[in-house]
């Protein structure tokens, strides 16, 4: 009874177009699930996202689950979930990725998720990193383990968001570290973060874990910018 005079007054609404949700519904309404622009990047071993980082850093796989354009559905997704505390919105497109992801025919098995870090002064200001629901989903339907301890940010930069792309590149060298165990030597690591831009972040992430003796690299976004 209390909760249904709670939804009453204060209705849950879709994330992405802010429609009152149907009680089947969790997150998205039914119509902005089936406008999500997906990329099928799981089917395409050459696709967009792995040509990202040709020439820079050797990949074993790299892909985004939907593509990102400005004032659509998955901006807004990315908004909320980003600066508005709703860290359910990685839940659910992890729980949903998850599958796609089960189809990799990989050599080589992924055998950790690393979240792309937040410097701890980033992280106090937000009060959580906007990655680790998504992370923990992956890592929770892929039945590997969660591991936010091995990457570091040791640089507190601002937003990347507004820069071009030499600031971007300049901003990004050697911000990111590792705690390196022998424990940590010759694994498969899955970087997870949440839109794929120019990737000078996520390759500034690779070359840190890349000095774990036996490392080898993969990159799994929630998004990527359309180009």
């Not at 680790?132 to 989903?137: E, L, R, S, V, Y």
């Not at 040791?154 to 424990?183: A, H, M, P, W």
Request: glycine content about 6%; proline content about 4%; some cysteine.
């Amino acid at each position: 009874m209390f909760n249904f005079i709670i939804d009453l007054f204060f209705p849950k609404v879709c994330s992405g177009c802010r429609s009152v949700l149907m009680t089947n519904e969790f997150v998205l309404c039914t119509n902005c699930r089936h406008e999500l622009p997906l990329t099928q990047h799981y089917l395409d071993s050459n696709n967009d996202a792995v040509k990202k980082f040709y020439g820079k850093i050797e990949t074993e796989h790299v892909s985004a689950f939907i593509y990102f354009n400005k004032k659509g559905i998955v901006q807004e997704l990315i908004h909320n979930l980003k600066y508005k505390g709703h860290e359910e919105i990685g839940v659910v497109l992890g729980n949903w990725y998850v599958e796609d992801l089960k189809e990799l025919k990989l050599e080589n098995p992924f055998d950790a998720i690393i979240p792309v870090p937040l410097h701890p002064r980033k992280f106090k200001e937000r009060g959580y990193n906007q990655v680790t629901t998504f992370g923990k989903a992956l890592a929770e339907g892929l039945k590997i383990p969660y591991n936010d301890s091995v990457l570091y940010r040791k640089k507190y930069s601002k937003t990347q968001s507004k820069k071009n792309l030499l600031g971007r590149s300049e901003n990004i060298e050697n911000i990111f570290d590792v705690t390196s165990t022998e424990e940590n030597q010759n694994k498969h690591f899955l970087i997870v973060d949440d839109v794929l831009t120019t990737g000078a972040t996520l390759e500034a992430c690779s070359r840190a874990l890349l000095k774990i003796p036996g490392a080898k690299i993969s990159i799994v976004c929630m998004a990527m910018a359309n180009s």
